[in-house]
T-cell receptor, first 114, second 110 residues
Framework: DQQVKQNSPSLSVQEGRISILNCDYT??????FLWYKKYPAEGPTFLIS?????DKNEDGRFTVFLNKSAKHLSLHIVPSQPGDSAVYFC?????????????FGKGTKLSVKP | NAGVTQTPKFQVLKTGQSMTLQCAQD?????MYWYRQDPGMGLRLIYY???????DKGEVPNGYNVSRLNKREFSLRLESAAPSQTSVYFC?????????FGQGTRLTVV
C-alpha cells in the first residue's frame, strides 16, 4: 500500500485562480513533508516544506496546510500562473530515516491555462 | 553552477550491456541518492549513501550497484541492462531539509 498518495494525476486551472494539490499519508512518524516541482527534462526542485509541528507554512504564492488528524496535506497556489504548469510531488521524510530517504507520491500534473 | 551534475543526459543500451551513470555534487553534503522515475510511479529510491564509505539499498535496488567514490561522487552501475530499467534516473544530495536533484539521465534499454 502506498505510504504517500496523490490521488489526482492531473489538475487544470485557469490563470489567476487558486490551485489546490492534495496529498494523503499513512505514516504518522514523519518530521517534514516537502513539495517538489518538476518541469519536463529537468530534475525536481524543492518548493516548500512543512514541519510536523506546524499546520501551515506560507512562502509567497505558495501555502502548505497540514491536517494531522486527517493525515492530509495540501498545497495552495494563489494566484496560479502559466509558469506554474508542472508536475508536483509531495514527499515525506520520516523520523530516524536518512535525510534524503524521502517517500514520494506519484505526482500531480498541474496545467494553468491563460 | 553549484549543484548536482549527472552524466550522460541520454543513453540507449542493448539488453545485456553494462554502463555507469555518474553523479557529482559540489554542495559539500554528506549524503547522496539515486532515484528512478517511471510514468505514474513517482520517484523511487534505488540506493543511497549516507556518508563517504557507506552505501545502502533503497526501495528498488535489484539490478543495480553503486560506488561512493569520494564525498563528491556517487555512481550507479547497471551490470546487465534489462528493458525494465528503461527510466529516467536522478541523482540527489541533501541539505538541511530536503533534496537537491540533478537534471536526470534518460536511459532506454532495447
Amino acid at each position: 500500500d502506498q505510504q504517500v498518495k496523490q490521488n489526482s494525476p492531473s489538475l487544470s486551472v485557469q490563470e489567476g485562480r487558486i490551485s489546490i494539490l492534495n496529498c494523503d499519508y499513512t505514516n504518522s512518524m514523519f518530521d517534514y513533508f516537502l513539495w517538489y516541482k518538476k518541469y519536463p527534462a529537468e530534475g525536481p526542485t524543492f518548493l516548500i516544506s512543512i514541519s510536523s509541528i506546524k499546520d501551515k507554512n506560507e512562502d509567497g504564492r505558495f501555502t502548505v496546510f497540514l491536517n494531522k488528524s486527517a493525515k492530509h496535506l495540501s498545497l495552495h497556489i494563489v494566484p496560479s500562473q502559466p509558469g506554474d504548469s508542472a508536475v508536483y510531488f509531495c514527499a515525506e521524510r520520516s523520523y530516524g530515516g536518512s535525510q534524503g530517504n524521502l517517500i514520494f507520491g506519484k505526482g500531480t500534473k498541474l496545467s494553468v491555462k491563460p | 553552477n553549484a549543484g548536482v551534475t549527472q552524466t550522460p543526459k541520454f543513453q540507449v543500451l542493448k539488453t545485456g550491456q553494462s554502463m555507469t551513470l555518474q553523479c557529482a555534487q559540489d554542495m559539500n553534503h554528506n549524503s547522496m541518492y539515486w532515484y528512478r522515475q517511471d510514468p505514474g510511479m513517482g520517484l523511487r529510491l534505488i540506493y543511497y549513501s549516507a556518508s563517504e564509505g557507506t552505501t545502502d539499498k533503497g526501495e528498488v535496488p535489484n539490478g543495480y550497484n553503486v560506488s561512493r567514490l569520494n564525498k563528491r561522487e556517487f555512481s550507479l552501475r547497471l551490470e546487465s541492462a534489462a528493458p525494465s530499467q528503461t527510466s529516467v534516473y536522478f541523482c540527489a544530495t541533501v541539505g538541511q531539509v530536503g533534496a537537491f536533484f540533478g537534471q536526470g539521465t534518460r536511459l532506454t534499454v532495447v
